[in-house]
């Protein structure tokens, strides 16, 4: 039986977040947009157009908050879309925290981790399904909506995943950067001392 008073780290318990201000702010913004979906006729008394402006500017606020507070605080990750000017070309940039075995990094909090990536998987099939549902009952006013939410999250979605793997091969290949660069001006010191002498 686990222990209800000293939960183990990684347990889906908020109070073992690391920011728990972020983390339930985070979910929050993730269940409002469903939850005003499935039950915005109740909500708004079937004003579809009040119901999909609030909806949509509830996934703006998720999309704007998982990508800019969310992700960098809770797992150290962050991305941005960059255009070139002169030609026009768009790349996406990553950016991690640095590695826990690297100067200035931090272990990620378990429990922070696996909610991040839980809720980041979960959105976008649980709109998948509700996507699916409009396309059966023939709801397709309701699909443009859906729609919006599965480019939004997606996005995401995809971002943070390439940005994650991203981070694991980067930190693999800082951490040996480090250590040579590290033997590197040891070994510069050590031969300047024999010249120098």
Same mark, same amino acid.
């Given at each position: 039986?686990?222990?209800?008073?000293?939960?183990?780290? #990684?347990?889906?318990?908020?109070?073992?977040?690391?920011?728990?201000?972020?983390?339930?702010?985070?979910?929050?913004?993730?269940?409002?947009?469903?939850?005003? $979906?499935?039950?915005? #006729?109740?909500?708004?008394?079937?004003?579809?157009?009040?119901?999909?402006?609030?909806?949509?500017?509830?996934?703006?606020?998720?999309?704007? $908050?998982?990508? !800019?507070?969310?992700?960098?605080?809770?797992? #150290?990750?962050?991305?941005?879309?960059?255009? !070139?000017? +002169?030609?026009?070309?768009?790349? =996406?940039?990553?950016?991690?925290?640095? +590695?826990?075995?690297?100067?200035? #990094?931090?272990?990620? !909090?378990?429990?922070?981790?696996?909610?991040? =990536?839980?809720?980041? $998987?979960? +959105?976008?099939?649980? =709109?998948?399904?509700?996507?699916?549902?409009?396309?059966? +009952?023939?709801?397709?006013?309701?699909?443009?909506?859906?729609?919006?939410?599965?480019?939004?999250?997606?996005?995401?979605?995809?971002?943070?995943?390439?940005?994650?793997?991203?981070?694991?091969?980067?930190?693999?290949?800082?951490?040996?950067?480090?250590?040579?660069?590290?033997?590197?001006?040891?070994?510069?010191?050590?031969?300047?001392?024999?010249? !120098?002498?």
């Amino acid at each position: 039986m686990a222990d209800l008073d000293n939960p183990a780290p #990684g347990t889906l318990n908020w109070r073992l977040s690391a920011h728990p201000i972020t983390l339930v702010t985070f979910l929050a913004f993730r269940a409002a947009s469903l939850l005003v $979906y499935l039950l915005g #006729g109740i909500i708004f008394g079937g004003s579809f157009v009040l119901y999909f402006i609030i909806t949509v500017l509830l996934l703006a606020a998720d999309f704007y $908050y998982l990508k !800019n507070i969310a992700g960098r605080r809770l797992v #150290g990750l962050r991305w941005w879309n960059e255009v !070139n000017p +002169q030609t026009g070309d768009s790349h =996406w940039v990553f950016e991690s925290a640095p +590695q826990p075995n690297e100067p200035g #990094g931090k272990l990620v !909090n378990a429990t922070d981790k696996r909610f991040f =990536w839980l809720a980041l $998987y979960a +959105q976008p099939a649980l =709109w998948v399904a509700l996507a699916i549902v409009a396309l059966v +009952q023939l709801k397709f006013i309701w699909l443009t909506l859906v729609v919006i939410a599965l480019v939004l999250t997606i996005t995401n979605t995809l971002a943070f995943s390439r940005c994650d793997k991203f981070s694991q091969a980067s930190g693999l290949m800082g951490s040996g950067f480090y250590s040579a660069s590290l033997a590197r001006n040891v070994g510069g010191a050590l031969v300047s001392r024999m010249f !120098n002498r």
